[in-house]
């Protein structure tokens, strides 16, 4: 027997809604409010504020990376404006909608249809997931462990095998989409292949991993000043990169906004791992998640009252055809 859309739906929000609830169950389960009060009372504001502008200039370089990739089609400021929107939104809605957030901004302030902004988003995503596996393959090779790199790694392949055939085959590529039901739509997928196909020029493509690779680089820096710096936990090297490892992966599975429980849960257990207790794990994640919601959320705030770019219209526009802002 077949399940409707709709059940299929339904079940699918109930799995997740399942699994959160293990998460935060896990997270809170055994905690000792006096214990853990203590704890992060000892953590030095002066070393908080630190890593919180550190973070800030993480946003500043993302910044630079899509005013590098847009080529001179939206300033340097906006840039900037557009990445920390982007945190805001997949800070307070769920569905990783910070992308189409992003997308909606630069239609909106920088001109930018909404076909070529979605190729800034897949190349700032593709560069990532590179980058990420990059760092996931070397931390495996250092703990023995390879199996936390089979989704990425299958996921990069399909990504490359589709763009090279792509840049390879572009004609058989352009009569497929001619089956795509709506003009519209197809006139989405055919514009933001072109502009896909006119990105040429290795010097922009050895920018782009070098940039994402300074990023990638900060987020690691964050993760390990907050568990060696501010937290003081005794751990190798080789330990505080799985800490980062679990923590990007538990980000990126979408199950609330931010991986809210599932980040915050993968960091307790990985610390946990290697002896650290629950509740020094517990403060420790509970920084860094306070830190990542005071700057995303007072920044996205700004840019969402100064420039316009509101909620309401990312989710107009996910109910509506991605090309109905092209």
């Not at 389960?29 to 002066?46: Q, W």
């Not at 988003?121 to 790199?149: K, P, Q, Y």
């Not at 490359?160 to 197809?186: A, N, T």
């Amino acid at each position: 027997m077949r399940l409707d859309h709709a059940t299929r739906r339904y079940l699918t929000l109930l799995g997740k809604l399942i699994l959160l609830a293990g998460c935060v169950v896990y997270l809170f389960n055994g905690v000792d409010p006096e214990r853990l009060a203590s704890v992060v009372k000892r953590y030095h504001n002066g070393k908080i504020l630190l890593v919180l502008f550190l973070m800030a200039t993480g946003f500043a370089l993302m910044g630079v990376r899509l005013w590098d990739l847009a080529r001179g089609a939206l300033g340097l400021a906006k840039s900037v404006f557009a990445e920390f929107y982007g945190f805001f939104v997949n800070n307070v809605l769920p569905a990783r909608l910070g992308e189409m957030a992003k997308i909606v901004y630069l239609y909106k302030e920088g001109g930018i249809e909404a076909s070529q902004g979605t190729e800034l988003v897949f190349w700032e995503r593709f560069a990532d997931l590179n980058v990420f596996l990059f760092l996931v393959v070397f931390g495996a090779f250092m703990t023995g462990s390879l199996a936390i790199v089979l989704p990425f790694g299958a996921l990069a392949l399909i990504i490359w095998g589709l763009l090279i055939f792509f840049l390879l085959r572009p004609e058989r590529v352009y009569r497929f989409i001619r089956i795509i039901p709506g003009r519209k739509v197809e006139d989405f997928v055919r514009s933001f292949l072109s502009y896909i196909q006119a990105r040429t020029g290795c010097s922009g493509y050895v920018k782009l991993m070098l940039f994402s690779l300074l990023i990638w680089l900060e987020h690691l820096l964050e993760i390990f000043l907050i568990v060696y710096w501010i937290a003081g936990f005794d751990l190798t090297w080789t330990q505080g990169f799985v800490v980062f490892a679990m923590t990007l992966t538990g980000l990126s599975i979408p199950l609330a906004p931010a991986g809210l429980g599932v980040a915050d849960s993968a960091i307790v257990f990985s610390l946990g791992l290697y002896g650290v207790g629950h509740n020094e794990a517990l403060a420790a994640s509970l920084v860094w998640r306070f830190l990542q919601y005071v700057i995303t959320l007072a920044m996205g705030l700004l840019v969402m009252f100064r420039y316009g770019a509101g909620l309401k219209d990312v989710l107009e526009r996910r109910k509506a055809r991605p090309a109905s802002d092209g």
